[in-house]
């Protein structure tokens, strides 16, 4: 169902619904930079890039594509880290009607090698010399050398080409392209700027990698249309980030909940750095927001979405606590974004609805809904179900409409028959004050199928003086006994992706 007519929206002072008014990034960006051409564009460390100067960097970088021969349609890869040159080459791409293949810096040859040629990137703009090369390759340095534009090279580019072709995570398979289009990317900086409240007087926090979705929507693109400032410090850390948002006022931010880990165990400063902070990508424990507002005496407002939405589908409207499902004590992961179709569908037959209050599977669409997997239409087709996108993820919706994110369906534990999600194993153990990160995976038991086993990182002060059967014994007094953990494994830290999840799989291993 739509919530275009659920009344209890009005409360949160949110638009339920937004005019499909179709627009392109290059289009809103290049507004901006004629309307406030000398506002800051990008703080990048303790220098200041202004509008007028990054749409000067993204022209220069448009003509040698144009003297390349690179014009509309064509693939052209970004493999470096949270640096200016990023958000110029994206723009000067699109100046050209190309497609930008944001690219994770980590990736080694084989990984590197397979994402140019999945995506047939004939340009590759690299950080430092690249493992792999496309037909062009141009690193920063000579990036930054590249000459004024003499001609015009400015291509027409319509709302429904392609913006980004940015590679899921591979959990399920080989990485897959989903391919999103400018409209799908500026109605979405639309719901940031309504729902999160984003104004002329903001300041982003570019805590979350700029190849990742969070980076380029909240990022990148809200920076470029909105025309609001873009801190960025080449890769995450966490002194670092939180001495630059107190430098240049940071009011705003959007980040996995391990960022925010890393940021409450910075010694130091404990006034907030952030007025409007959020956190997706993976679920949040309540117990760490709670912790969070003692740290900075801010809240992590909730948010969810995937690659194939372009970033958010639900979130918790700037200003509201979202509830704490009192079943599965999931924190809500939000409301539905406004033009969203979002249900929750049954795990044996996604063309069933589940009733109020029961798990299943999230399935939605709308116009922040990606095109399809590039070159993969029998992948995009078993992905979608009557038109509705199959996440993957398992969630419950409440009576008014809230949704609750259980865990991802591939995740599920089954315990001598009994189903297990490891999410709410892992949010009790986050409630121990030695707790600093959890993670939850189902292993080999002859007895029962599989045991619950649970992977811990100490904080500071804890190690040595937290037992395993502590943390046994702590969760048996607040969970049926079949979801406790029975075993605990101490580790330094959790394995993560560049974007901060913590890899299940890599436990597994």
């Known amino acids: ?113 397979f994402h140019l040629e999945d ?51 591979g959990t399920t398979g080989s990485p897959k392209g989903a391919m999103n289009l400018h409209r799908n990317v500026t109605f979405n900086v639309e719901v940031f700027r309504q729902w999160m409240r984003l104004g002329e007087s903001d300041v982003i926090l570019g805590l979350a990698p700029l190849f990742h979705v969070t980076g380029l929507v909240p990022q990148l693109a809200a920076s470029a249309i909105l025309g609001l400032p873009l801190i960025l410090f080449h890769r995450f850390n966490a002194k670092e980030a939180l001495r630059l948002a107190y430098q ?75 509830p704490v499902d009192p079943a599965s004590g999931a924190l809500s992961i939000g409301l539905p974004i406004p033009n969203l179709d979002s249900k929750v569908v049954s795990l044996e037959d996604p063309s069933m609805d589940v009733p109020v209050g029961e798990a299943g599977e999230l399935a939605m669409r709308g116009p922040m809904m990606f095109a399809g997997y590039w070159n993969k239409p029998d992948e995009t087709a078993r992905a979608h179900h009557n038109g509705y996108f199959r996440t993957g993820d398992v969630a419950i919706m409440d009576e008014n409409g809230w949704f609750y994110l259980v865990d991802r369906k591939k995740d599920m534990i089954v315990a001598s028959g009994f189903k297990v999600w490891p ?59 079949f979801k406790c953990p029975r075993q605990v494994q101490f580790i330094d830290e959790l394995p993560k992706t560049a974007t901060g999840k913590f890899m299940r799989r890599a436990l597994r291993a």
């Not at 202004?50 to 040698?64: K, P, Y």
């Not at 690179?70 to 100046?95: C, E, S, T, Y």
């Not at 590759?124 to 690193?139: M, N």
């Not at 340095?141 to 003499?150: G, I, M, N, R, V």
């Open 119 to 169: 995506s047939g990137a004939r340009v590759l703009v690299c950080g430092e010399e690249p493992p792999a090369r496309a037909e062009f390759t141009i690193s920063v340095p000579e990036f930054d050398a590249l000459p004024p534009a003499t001609a015009d090279i400015r291509v027409p580019v319509s709302p429904d080409d392609v913006a980004y072709l940015v590679y899921t995570s």
């Open 248 to 322: 240049w006022k940071a009011t705003f931010c959007v980040a996995a909940i391990t960022a925010y880990i890393a940021l409450m165990n910075e010694p130091g400063e404990r006034r907030p750095f952030a007025v409007k902070c959020y956190s997706g990508g993976a679920p949040v424990a309540p117990s760490l927001t709670q912790r969070f507002e003692e740290r900075f005496g801010g809240y992590v407002h909730n948010i969810y979405g995937l690659t194939e939405s372009t970033s958010p589908s639900h979130a918790t409207p700037m200003g509201v606590k979202g």
């Open 423 to 481: 999410r709410e194993v892992e949010d009790v153990l986050y409630q121990h004050p030695a707790v600093r990160e959890a993670a939850v995976i189902g292993v080999p038991d002859e007895y029962r199928g599989e045991t619950v086993k649970a992977f811990v990182a100490l904080n500071s002060g804890y190690e040595g003086r937290t037992t395993e059967q502590e943390l046994i014994d702590f969760s048996r007094e607040r969970m049926a006994a």
């Open 1 to 113: 169902m739509i919530y275009d007519s659920k009344p209890w929206l009005k409360l949160y002072q949110v638009p339920h619904m937004l005019p499909e008014d179709p627009a392109t990034i290059i289009d809103g960006f290049e507004a901006t930079a004629a309307r406030i051409p000398n506002s800051p564009a990008i703080y990048y460390f303790d220098k200041v890039i202004s509008f007028a100067e990054l749409d000067e960097m993204a022209t220069r970088f448009a003509a040698q594509l144009a003297a390349w021969g690179i014009g509309h349609g064509d693939r052209v890869a970004l493999w470096m880290q949270n640096d200016p040159q990023f958000a110029a080459a994206q723009l000067g791409a699109w100046k050209r009607g190309a497609i930008v293949v944001p690219l994770n810096p980590m990736y080694k040859q084989k990984e590197l090698a």
